[in-house]
């Protein structure tokens, strides 16, 4: 049995875009084409993590900050400030600021999305 996903209104407000999901890590990654741009995560274990994780680099998180005041790092990954950054789902703010990347995605925001490295292949 497949387990929903997350946040689904986010695919509501991509459906224009035709996203794919994927599993990624427990949680559903989003891609636009080959750029994956979000991920949902809503798990017991870890729950300051939970909610939509952006997919961008070190160099946009003050821009993007500016537009998502309660945008942090994921603490899954350590310590150090993460690339990936979350929208947290106990911000009060959280579904506004999920429409609103889903907005940036939409008009092709470049400081949104990543595509992902290519997978090694296994040696024989």
């Known amino acids: 049995m497949k ?20 599993p990624m890590f427990g949680c559903h990654a989003i891609y636009q084409r080959e750029k994956i741009v979000l991920i949902t995560r809503n798990k017991e274990e870890h729950k300051h993590d939970n909610g939509v994780w952006l997919a961008t680099t070190h160099e946009h998180h003050a821009s993007l900050k500016r537009d998502f005041p309660s945008m942090r790092s994921i603490q899954l990954f350590g310590t150090a400030e993460t690339a990936w950054q979350n929208i947290p789902a106990d911000a009060d703010d959280f579904e506004e600021h999920v429409l609103k990347a889903c907005a940036l995605i939409l008009k092709g925001d470049k400081r949104i999305g990543k595509i992902p490295k290519a997978k090694k292949r296994k040696g024989k």
């Not at 387990?3 to 994927?22: G, M, N, Q, R, Y």
């Open 3 to 22: 387990k929903s996903i997350a946040f689904s209104f986010v695919l509501d407000e991509l459906f224009s875009i035709h996203p794919t999901v994927k």
